[in-house]
């Protein structure tokens, strides 16, 4: 029975799937928006909302706890000085998932943009 254990395991460990995930959100933070699978898309989305929100916060403990994923001081400073106050009073739906109309070549996987949907490093319009 998976009572009570959200999320996909795509195929790795934990420890495995913890290292992919803060990756992704390091890459999605430094660039903006990043191509990946759309699983891990919609996956992501739930370790980055989270760091959003504690940027929302913008204090000491907070931040503390956005290094303890993200693991780098510069990402966290560009975390709570560029992209948190972009959202904020904006009570969520801080990333847009975008569907690819290409699948990846080798396995055909469904490829998905991710992207931040306001601040610094959210697309033009």
């Known amino acids: 029975m998976r009572h009570n254990n959200s999320g ?7 420890s495995h799937r913890k290292a992919l995930f803060r990756n992704l959100a390091k890459a999605l933070i430094t660039y903006g928006r990043i191509n990946t699978t759309e699983v891990k898309a919609k996956e992501l989305r739930r370790v980055v909302e989270p760091l ?10 907070a931040r503390r706890q956005a290094y303890d994923v993200l693991g780098c001081h510069k990402l966290v400073k560009k975390l709570f000085d560029e992209v948190g106050p972009a959202f904020a009073g904006v009570p969520g739906g801080f990333t847009r998932v975008t569907r690819l109309a290409l699948p990846r070549k080798g396995d055909c996987a469904v490829m998905a943009l ?7 490093t959210a697309p033009e319009k």
Not at 8 to 14: A, H, N, Q, S, V
Not at 52 to 61: E, G, K, S, V
Not at 114 to 120: A, C, D, K, L, N
């Open 8 to 14: 996909k395991k795509l195929g790795r460990t934990p």
């Open 52 to 61: 959003i929100t504690l940027a929302l916060r913008n204090d000491l403990h």
């Open 114 to 120: 991710i992207e931040f949907t306001r601040g610094p």
